[in-house]
């Protein structure tokens, strides 16, 4: 079973740039995750798809961040314009309905310089 | 508001020896508690998981303590080797409602980095 793939694995930009991440998740899986994880934190929740819809975006900075999952499989998080505070590994997962067996990919680092 | 307190947030233990890792929740609506492992460069892992009508769960080394009315959950590593150096989230689940319908939200404690010596 191939797992969740992310791209790219590292970023660098100046503050005040535009970046975008992108994550394919296991074939058939229904819910896809987007996390923050800063350095020496837990992962932080920022938005939830349930096949193609929005089911919890309560905790992602709607004026900087948006995210789509187009046709309910691949998922785009861009950040616009970027800040400092913003250097974080974005992990994505994805899962069936409820929380077992919940697979994260390997995270795109994001340094805002 | 941190809802999952975790500690230590770091742990030196000897090969061999046992590993131990506690976390406290307060919202009495979590009804999933997992134990995720992190190797750096990689996404976390589910390791093992519980539900709180257990007291204890054991899958090979690992085993969760679960206590309900302490609202505290703990993961023990039996024969700790060093391939087991990693981080650990334990994070607590629950069912939430909102406007996009209801879903399961996952909340992660802090993180403890175990380093076990060979």
């Given at each position: 079973?191939?797992?969740?793939?992310?791209?790219?694995?590292?970023?660098?930009?100046?503050?005040?740039?535009?970046?975008?991440?992108?994550?394919?998740?296991?074939?058939?899986?229904?819910?896809?995750?987007?996390?923050?994880?800063?350095?020496?934190?837990?992962?932080?929740?920022?938005?939830?798809?349930q096949?193609?819809?929005?089911?919890?975006?309560?905790?992602?900075?709607?004026?900087?961040?948006?995210?789509?999952?187009?046709?309910?499989?691949?998922?785009?998080?861009?950040?616009?314009?970027?800040?400092?505070?913003?250097?974080?590994?974005?992990?994505?997962?994805?899962?069936g309905?409820?929380l077992?067996?919940?697979?994260?990919?390997?995270?795109?680092?994001?340094?805002?310089? | 508001?941190?809802?999952?307190?975790?500690?230590?947030?770091?742990?030196?233990?000897?090969?061999?020896?046992?590993?131990?890792?506690?976390?406290?929740?307060?919202?009495?609506?979590?009804?999933?508690?997992?134990?995720?492992?992190?190797?750096?460069?990689?996404?976390?892992?589910?390791?093992?998981?519980?539900?709180?009508?257990?007291s204890?769960?054991?899958?090979?080394?690992?085993?969760?303590?679960?206590?309900?009315?302490?609202?505290?959950?703990?993961?023990?590593?039996?024969d700790?080797?060093?391939?087991?150096?990693?981080?650990y989230?334990?994070?607590?689940?629950?069912?939430?409602?909102?406007?996009?319908?209801?879903?399961?939200?996952?909340?992660?404690?802090?993180?403890?980095l175990?380093?076990v010596?060979?």
């Amino acid at each position: 079973e191939a797992g969740v793939a992310q791209s790219p694995r590292y970023k660098i930009i100046e503050k005040r740039q535009s970046v975008a991440f992108w994550c394919n998740p296991i074939s058939g899986h229904a819910t896809l995750y987007w996390y923050q994880q800063i350095l020496g934190q837990g992962p932080k929740l920022l938005i939830q798809f349930q096949n193609n819809g929005v089911v919890d975006d309560s905790q992602l900075p709607k004026d900087r961040f948006s995210a789509e999952r187009l046709k309910g499989v691949d998922s785009t998080l861009k950040i616009q314009p970027a800040k400092l505070e913003d250097s974080a590994v974005y992990l994505c997962a994805s899962g069936g309905i409820g929380l077992e067996k919940l697979f994260f990919g390997s995270g795109t680092q994001l340094s805002v310089l | 508001q941190q809802q999952v307190k975790q500690s230590p947030q770091s742990l030196i233990v000897q090969k061999g020896g046992i590993s131990i890792i506690n976390c406290a929740y307060e919202n009495t609506a979590f009804d999933y508690f997992p134990w995720y492992q992190q190797f750096p460069g990689k996404g976390p892992a589910l390791l093992i998981a519980i539900r709180p009508d257990v007291s204890e769960k054991k899958e090979g080394r690992f085993t969760i303590s679960f206590n309900k009315s302490a609202k505290q959950f703990s993961l023990h590593i039996m024969d700790s080797q060093p391939g087991d150096s990693a981080t650990y989230f334990c994070a607590a689940g629950a069912r939430g409602y909102n406007s996009g319908g209801s879903n399961y939200k996952l909340t992660f404690g802090k993180g403890t980095l175990l380093t076990v010596n060979p």
